[in-house]
């Protein structure tokens, strides 16, 4: 096998124009798979921060049952009481692998600096909770803000996105008036005083959303209750299984809830990998075109030339299968140089960006994002072989149609 290779190497040096050529082609395909991989990697991550720290989603949310399809309809039904919340309260601290479990409540209705009125979309959540979301968020920084920090002793300071603060002429230390009904369909109104200034990662809300503390909502609800309780987990990788054990255990206690995963939650999140799943698939059939017809136009090259060479080898009693074996050596060696000059330049591209730290605004997003790109050795390795098969299986066509050739034709092609 030894001989084999020096035979093939020395065939790649023959003809080293062609041969770096198809090389640089598998190259350049094998750094674009692995930086978009790696790019969309970052973005799979970065979305899934989102919607877990960002959008206050956390792991799981325990909700009432029937609260997602009549909730809107019907929200005193469907509230969680106190006590509803103490025994799902009792029931997640239970579990080792969960950190974090707080009540939270959506609200919206008016909000108005006194001559302008609009409307609002307002997070009502226990002020204490929100440095456990904004520690999780470790690759898009859009939740920084301005101004201080919410507080459980002060139920009337309020975050306000930078849009809708802009809309109403707003800042850090300004008062204005929202007005909502309440959950019996009362009309209820409360001042409140703008504590932080908000970047908002969706551009459609950032004139819309609120931040505020969850007295602020009940009080404007005039509720004591939750519509949702949300956990948050040690581990990510760790939502399917205490998903089902806090399921059981809510089953068994006999409370009328239901859970949901942040996945379930989150359909942009299932959108946006669908989205990148399918442009990386044709991104990867054009390299699959690129490497193949390269290998295949090195290789029947190769073929036509060496064409005496093939008639003197089979002569002296070399099969078919050895030619077939030449050839694949010589297309392996191109795919595994070619996969290595690729993951040189994946590393100096990725050094590059990390160096540089570009940014970018991604479409509907309100603020600018670093870009990243999380190399995956694992990824990295299979898109290698993948791409050494291709190049062995694009030499066979060639290889065995030069192997096929009669022998006394071979030795007299000029």
């Not at 090195?298 to 036509?304: E, H, Y």
């Not at 600018?368 to 290698?384: A, C, E, H, R, T």
Request: charged share 15%; glycine share 8%; net charge positive.
């Amino acid at each position: 096998m030894r001989t084999w290779f020096k035979i093939a190497l020395r065939n790649l040096k023959k003809n080293r124009r062609r041969s770096l050529i198809t090389l640089l082609a598998i190259a350049l395909g094998f750094a674009s798979v692995c930086l978009f991989g790696g790019f969309t990697q970052y973005m799979y991550d970065a979305n899934q921060e989102a919607a877990i720290y960002g959008r206050a989603l956390g792991h799981l949310t325990v909700f009432k049952q029937g609260f997602l399809e009549q909730g809107q309809l019907d929200p005193a039904r469907y509230l969680l009481t106190t006590e509803e919340i103490e025994s799902i309260r009792g029931i997640c601290t239970a579990n080792p692998q969960v950190v974090m479990v707080t009540p939270q409540l959506q609200i919206s209705g008016l909000v108005s600096n006194g001559k302008i009125s609009t409307i609002f979309i307002a997070h009502g959540l226990v002020p204490s909770s929100i440095d456990a979301f904004m520690n999780g968020m470790k690759l898009f920084k859009f939740l920084e803000f301005e101004g201080r920090k919410l507080e459980d002793d002060s139920p009337y300071g309020v975050a306000v996105a930078k849009g809708l603060a802009k809309l109403l002429g707003l800042k850090v230390g300004s008062n204005a008036v929202v007005l909502s009904t309440t959950v019996d369909g009362q009309t209820n109104a409360l001042d409140m005083e703008v504590f932080q200034l908000l970047n908002v990662d969706t551009e459609f809300l950032n004139n819309k959303v609120m931040r505020v503390p969850l007295a602020f909502a009940q009080q404007l609800y005039d509720t004591r209750g939750a519509d949702r309780m949300v956990v948050l987990l040690d581990r990510t990788e760790n939502t399917e299984p205490v998903f089902k054990q806090l399921r059981t255990a809510m089953q068994e206690l006999g409370l009328g809830v239901e859970i949901k995963t942040w996945k379930q939650l989150s359909q942009w999140y299932q959108k946006v990998r669908d989205m990148f799943d399918l442009i990386f698939l044709f991104l990867f059939v054009i390299v699959f075109v690129i490497v193949v017809m390269s290998v295949v136009n090195t290789m029947s090259m190769a073929v036509l030339e060496r064409t005496r060479e093939i008639g003197t080898l089979r002569a002296l009693g070399l099969k078919r299968r050895g030619v077939l074996l030449m050839f694949g050596i010589e297309s392996s060696f191109l795919g595994v140089f070619g996969c290595g000059v690729g993951l040189l330049l994946t590393f100096m591209v990725r050094a590059w960006v990390n160096f540089a730290q570009p940014t970018w605004t991604p479409p509907g997003i309100s603020a600018s994002v670093p870009l990243k790109i999380i190399l995956l050795p694992s990824y990295m390795v299979s898109s290698g072989i993948a791409l050494v098969a291709l190049c062995v299986l694009a030499s066979l066509l060639p290889a065995l149609r030069g192997s096929r050739q009669n022998i006394v034709d071979a030795l007299g092609h000029v």
